[in-house]
């Protein structure tokens, strides 16, 4: 079936990397996406990365993919207060276009 | 920047009242979206639209439907409230309907449901 999967919760000190973790299920998702919901926001697209590639870097922000196991990463380097917030991991479904969304990571970033 | 706009950030309505939540985007997307985010269950889809007077259910359309009478406006009915259609709902267009598609939210609405 369809399914990603994420861990709900993340704590990390500020100034260390996080890594969110993803797994996905849908082996033909042409792309994968990470959004970002701050407190009180609606989601914002931070990143995405196509499934021919192993890893996408942006800044702070590096996303991995392992196609095999299906498991996508985002590791934010040097994290700041800032960063609190749910991040979604999704895929694409090519079949429809439609988001398969994950249940969201909550990073929690202390001091 | 592609700005998404819903009507209401917070709602509380009475169980059985009909629910109108409105979303406008104002760069001519195709589809718009909605979905419902609980906690632990992530975004659900609910219902969507690729066209104007266009709509596919989703994957929780049970209790609601939509109306895409203009293109940048999609919105949310729910007939007959129920409390456990109190839920964060969440509004998002698109561009085109290709892989490399992006989704743009709304802001959010919070409604609860007494």
């Known amino acids: 079936g369809e399914d990603v999967e994420q861990s709900l919760f993340l704590s990390v000190r500020e100034g260390d990397s996080s890594v969110i973790n993803c797994t996905y299920t849908?082996?033909?998702?042409?792309?994968l996406y990470w959004y970002k919901q701050e407190p009180g926001a609606g989601l914002q697209l931070l990143t995405y990365i196509f499934s021919n590639m192993d890893m996408k870097q942006d800044q702070r922000l590096t996303v991995l993919l392992n196609k095999k196991d299906k498991h996508l990463s985002l590791r934010i380097a040097d994290t700041q207060t800032g960063d609190s917030a749910i991040y979604f991991c999704a895929e694409i479904k090519d079949s429809n276009y439609q988001l398969i969304w994950g249940a969201g990571t909550k990073l929690i970033i202390k001091p | 920047d592609v700005k998404v706009t819903q009507s209401s950030r917070y709602l509380v309505k009475r169980t059985g009242e009909k629910v109108f939540l409105e979303c406008v985007q104002d760069?001519?997307?195709?589809?718009m979206f909605w979905y419902r985010q609980d906690p632990g269950l992530g975004l659900r889809l609910i219902y969507f639209s690729y066209d104007v007077k266009m709509k596919e259910k989703g994957d929780i359309p049970e209790g609601y439907s939509v109306s895409r009478e203009k293109k940048e406006r999609f919105s949310l009915i729910l007939e007959s409230a129920s409390t456990n259609q109190t839920s964060m709902y969440l509004c998002?267009?698109?561009?085109?309907?290709?892989?490399?598609?992006?989704?743009?939210f709304g802001p959010g609405t919070r409604l609860t449901v007494l």
């Open positions: 849908d082996s033909s998702s042409t792309y």
């Open positions: 760069m001519d997307h195709e589809n």
């Open positions: 998002a267009s698109s561009l085109l309907g290709a892989s490399t598609d992006t989704q743009y």
